[in-house]
């Protein structure tokens, strides 16, 4: 029994050693060294404080702010611990009448706002989570965010535009807008 018990501990503690204490600390140096950014959560830093980092979306419920793609997780939007969809199909009635209400409520934000809503506006991204929207998105909501501001839908229309981010190497991805980079800046706006 000695003859096996000791060399399958020496094997367990020295497998432990190198997957759960070197390998894991040389990939964290690597990562701090050369991407120091991203390694610690893409947050966005605003007066010297973390406001939200790039990559989880926040819950912006304002009228004076732009809203984000709804979410999914549970129990509250945006929660990073839960990341998940849905799970719901076109067909299923309950994201039917979730993205009715969806419409209802924009409508109601904006009720002279006549132009189709963009889906982004009213479906939950895949993990809950996501970031951004479309700029067909945010262009729908100017008119409501410059009124709400008090600021001329002309600025804020710029400001929409300044925000795009293109795909990248020019056809990778979709053009996109980062909805708290577009708070913030929409924040600073005089």
Do not use: C
Not at 52 to 79: C, D, K, V
Not at 180 to 189: R, S, Y
Request: aromatic share 6%.
């Amino acid at each position: 029994m000695n003859n096996i018990l000791r060399p399958t501990l020496v094997l367990f503690a020295a497998l432990t050693l190198a997957t759960g204490v070197i390998y894991p600390m040389v990939v964290t140096g690597i990562a701090q060294a050369a991407f120091p950014h991203q390694a610690n959560g893409s947050l966005v830093v605003k007066n010297g404080a973390a406001v939200g980092s790039e990559l989880i979306g926040q819950n912006f419920t304002a009228p004076g702010h732009f809203w984000g793609r709804p979410s999914a997780t549970a129990p509250m939007p945006y929660n990073a611990s839960a990341s998940g969809g849905s799970n719901q199909g076109p067909l299923n009635p309950a994201l039917k009448d979730a993205v009715s209400a969806r419409i209802a409520a924009l409508r109601e934000a904006d009720p002279g706002n006549t132009a189709p809503v963009p889906v982004d506006l009213v479906t939950a991204s895949a993990s809950g989570l996501d970031p951004h929207i479309t700029p067909a998105a945010a262009r729908y909501q100017v008119a409501r965010v410059a009124k709400a501001k008090g600021v001329s839908a002309d600025k804020v229309a710029a400001l929409v535009e300044s925000q795009v981010e293109l795909p990248w190497l020019g056809f990778v991805g979709e053009a996109r807008i980062n909805v708290l980079q577009l708070n913030l800046a929409l924040d600073a706006l005089r």
